[in-house]
């Protein structure tokens, strides 16, 4: 009926929670992230986050935010062969 896997770990930045598997028609892990689709789909979710409790200073959540895109962009690619790129615009 469907097969999801869910990772959490630990990374330099903070937490990262990486959940991928197939769904089938009209199928979603969560409503409100992911409209369901009318056909069966692979799905990839990466969410990273950091907790740590911080002064605001612009310049360093900056630099946070941009470090948590990096981790979540490396683990897309790792996910994904090019292949998968290529076939949805993406550069190699």
């Known amino acids: 009926m469907h097969a999801i896997s869910e990772a959490a770990m630990k990374v330099e930045e903070g937490q990262l929670l990486t959940r991928w598997g197939i769904l089938p028609p009209h199928g979603t892990f969560d409503p409100l992230v992911l409209e369901p689709l009318d056909l069966p ?5 990466i969410d990273v ?3 740590v409790t911080r002064t605001f200073d612009g310049a360093a959540l900056i630099t946070n935010f941009d470090a948590l895109a990096q981790r979540a962009y490396a683990m897309f690619r790792f996910m994904v062969k090019e ?3 290529v076939l949805h615009g993406g550069t190699v």
């Open 49 to 51: 986050a950091n907790t």
């Open 83 to 85: 292949d998968f790129l």
């Open 41 to 45: 789909s692979w799905i990839l979710d």
